[in-house]
């Protein structure tokens, strides 16, 4: 069993910034692909950025320079830092991981951390 725990959500103003971090523990995984997706209210889950073994990144359009996403392969963690946030980024934020483990891939996901940025 791998679990996903995620933590650096809260409050924030419009401008500000926050990191995410998410932290996979268990026995005997690789994490692969690292991805942060966010379901804001009424609407649709979506990925934010995802991030490859080998460091290829991705991102959406609405957070291009403003979100970069890192991993720390050591410690099977990701991170998302977050700055110049508007309040359209508002939302659960989930941290997921394409995990290998034990010959097959596993898709794993986080309990989600809010984000809420308001004045």
């Known amino acids: 069993q791998v679990q996903l725990v995620e933590s650096g959500g809260g409050l924030v103003q419009p401008g500000g910034s926050l990191r995410l971090s998410c932290a996979a523990s268990?026995?005997?995984?690789?994490?692969?692909?690292m991805n942060w997706y966010r379901q804001a209210p009424g609407k649709q889950r979506g990925l934010v950025a995802s991030?490859?073994?080998?460091?290829?990144?991705t991102y959406v359009d609405s957070v291009k320079g403003r979100f970069t996403i890192s991993r720390d392969n050591d410690k099977n963690t990701v991170f998302l830092q977050m700055n110049s946030l508007k309040p359209e980024d508002t939302a659960v934020y989930y941290c997921n991981m394409i995990l290998f483990v034990s010959g097959k891939h596993y898709n794993s996901w986080g309990q989600g951390t809010q984000v809420t940025v308001s004045s």
């Open positions: 991030m490859t073994t080998v460091g290829r990144t």
């Open positions: 268990g026995s005997s995984f690789t994490p692969v692909t």
